[in-house]
């Protein structure tokens, strides 16, 4: 669509990187907002984004490497182009979880308390980010059918091929991932244990993108299985049991105090 929004003299604007900032900005205030009544101070939140930032940029990027890792090992160089692009979901969120839970216990805040509020600032950043994926064309579709198809036609996006119809998959998981946030706002006050609405954000997404990956059309991200998965579906249904075997763990406890 438009990779990039405006120039600025030399400076370019692009709209991948503003759609990310908004959700940021956002996510900031929601986590402002809930935080405070654990005396969590501007700061304080200031810190947690700057590390969240650390985890999602390194992890998203390992993953991205580790997709091809012998492209990267023969040339190494190719690490360092681009910086800013190329990155995976899960592999933001697989080291950001540990470094959400030491930062947790270190300003002795409850950990499943905090992750039911990191789940609403994850959904914003997420879902947002998805939108910059559709502006800039990454993350496209296959090809499909005109009715069910959007054509990217810039010179400069991602998506491949140009003039094509193709799924609106990034459209598709930001509504999923927005859609998610609004849900989460609802079962607030009504979920039965701490950490439901993180397992919750999880969950759904993971089965949403399993979903998904048969829509997506670009394939240099690689399969495992002679094909048959992709490496984001088996780290979804790896997520999946292991939310599952959480949910079920969390809802004993749940039951366990309330009969105590």
């Known amino acids: 669509m438009y990779p990039e929004l405006f120039h600025l003299g030399k400076f370019t604007v692009y709209s991948y990187g503003f759609m990310i900032l908004t959700g940021a900005v956002l996510a900031w205030i929601y986590l402002y907002?809930?935080?405070?009544?654990?005396?969590?101070k501007s700061d304080d939140v200031s810190g947690f984004f700057l590390l969240a930032f650390a985890?999602?940029?390194?992890?998203?990027?390992?993953?991205?490497?580790?997709?091809?890792?012998?492209?990267?090992?023969?040339?190494?160089?190719?690490m360092l182009e681009?910086?800013?692009?190329?990155?995976?979901?899960?592999?933001?969120?697989?080291?950001?979880?540990?470094?959400?839970?030491?930062w947790f216990r270190r300003h002795k805040l409850p950990v499943w308390t905090m992750f039911d509020i990191i789940a609403g600032c994850g959904t914003l950043v997420h879902g947002f980010g998805r939108i910059g994926c559709f502006m800039a064309g990454c993350c496209y579709g296959k090809v499909c059918d005109p009715a069910w198809g959007i054509r990217f036609t810039h010179p400069d996006t991602h998506a491949r091929p140009i003039g094509e119809p193709l799924?609106?998959?990034?459209?598709?998981?930001?509504a999923l991932i927005l859609g998610l946030f609004g849900l989460m706002q609802v079962l607030h006050k009504r979920k039965r244990f701490e950490g439901q609405l993180f397992l919750l954000y999880v969950l759904v997404y993971a089965a949403g993108r399993f979903g998904l990956?048969?829509?997506?059309?670009?394939?240099?991200?690689?399969?495992?299985?002679?094909?048959?998965l992709s490496h984001s579906q088996l780290i979804s249904?790896?997520?999946?049991?292991?939310?599952?075997?959480?949910?079920?763990?969390?809802?004993?406890?749940?039951?366990?105090?309330?009969?105590?």
């Open 33 to 40: 907002r809930k935080t405070r009544s654990f005396g969590l």
């Open 167 to 174: 799924y609106p998959t990034q459209l598709l998981e930001a």
């Open 82 to 102: 681009s910086p800013g692009a190329g990155f995976v979901f899960y592999g933001s969120f697989l080291l950001a979880v540990p470094a959400f839970i030491w």
């Open 237 to 260: 249904l790896l997520l999946i049991a292991a939310v599952t075997a959480f949910w079920m763990y969390r809802s004993r406890q749940a039951r366990t105090n309330l009969s105590a």
């Open 55 to 78: 985890a999602v940029f390194v992890g998203g990027k390992l993953f991205f490497y580790l997709e091809d890792p012998m492209r990267y090992i023969q040339n190494p160089a190719e």
């Open 213 to 228: 990956e048969y829509l997506r059309g670009d394939e240099s991200r690689g399969y495992l299985f002679g094909g048959l």
